[in-house]
């Protein structure tokens, strides 16, 4: 079974401050992807950035990068010049690929809560 | 709108009712999941909808949870006598068929259905 594990409960940062969360997770699968997602209060849950396992190179997008280790199961995410409007719970997750290339369901680490402020 | 939508946004009920909580998935998605968030528990994986194939009901806590996907769109999630641990925000996402496919590999969430069992 897959596991992810955010180690961080609650962070917080200054405003245009660079910020990174911790994401570790455990698998025997080799064909998978890593997602950052974020929830505001609103409940609404946002997909930050994706990861597929077979590229090496880090995803980014605009202001937020991840780094993935592979061989380490590692997959944090880095938010640089943090704004208010980042103020809210990430979440880390898994999906396994099934056979045929469709995809599996979401596994969700505990989430980090995080605090941007001005 | 196009986005994945829910009903109710809220829900209160009494110890031993049963509800019913609906998903409207974006229009041509054939995957469809239901999460449960709770504050002890996180969130977790409760049921997936893929086409016709018979759904993953992996998830699900216990027999007084059930799902129907009528059509292959809207979804109906059943909780039967309900219990105060059942208390949550009841997620639903869809997503295309395969990862591959132009964002085959993002799941969209609706805005949840917050349960109350008093």
């Known amino acids: 079974a897959q596991t992810v594990t955010q180690s961080q409960p609650e962070m917080s940062v200054q405003e245009a401050e660079t910020v990174t969360l911790s994401c570790t997770y455990d698998t025997s699968e080799n064909n998978y992807y890593l997602f950052w997602y974020k929830q505001p209060p609103s409940r609404q849950m946002i997909l930050v950035i994706r990861q597929e396992a077979y590229k090496q190179q880090n995803a980014t997008e605009n202001r937020f990068s991840v780094n993935f280790q592979k061989a380490a199961k590692s997959f944090s995410l880095k938010i640089s010049d943090s704004q208010l409007g980042d103020t809210a719970m990430y979440f880390c997750a898994f999906m396994k690929l099934n056979y045929g290339g469709s995809q599996g369901n979401l596994i969700f680490g505990k989430g980090t809560k995080l605090s941007v402020k001005p | 709108g196009a986005g994945v939508s829910q009903s109710p946004s809220n829900k209160v009920t009494e110890k031993g009712k049963d509800v019913e909580l609906r998903c409207d998935p974006i229009s041509g998605h054939t995957a469809l999941y239901w999460y449960r968030q709770s504050l002890g528990q996180g969130l977790e994986f409760l049921i997936y909808f893929q086409g016709n194939s018979a759904p993953d009901k992996s998830g699900l806590p216990s027999d007084r949870f059930s799902a129907e996907r009528t059509g292959g769109s809207v979804s109906t999630l059943t909780i039967q006598r309900t219990q105060q641990e059942d208390s949550a925000v009841y997620l639903c996402?869809?997503?295309?068929?395969?990862?591959?496919?132009?964002?085959?590999?993002?799941?969209?969430f609706g805005p949840g259905t917050r349960l109350t069992v008093l």
């Open positions: 996402a869809s997503s295309s068929r395969l990862a591959g496919a132009p964002g085959g590999n993002e799941q969209f």
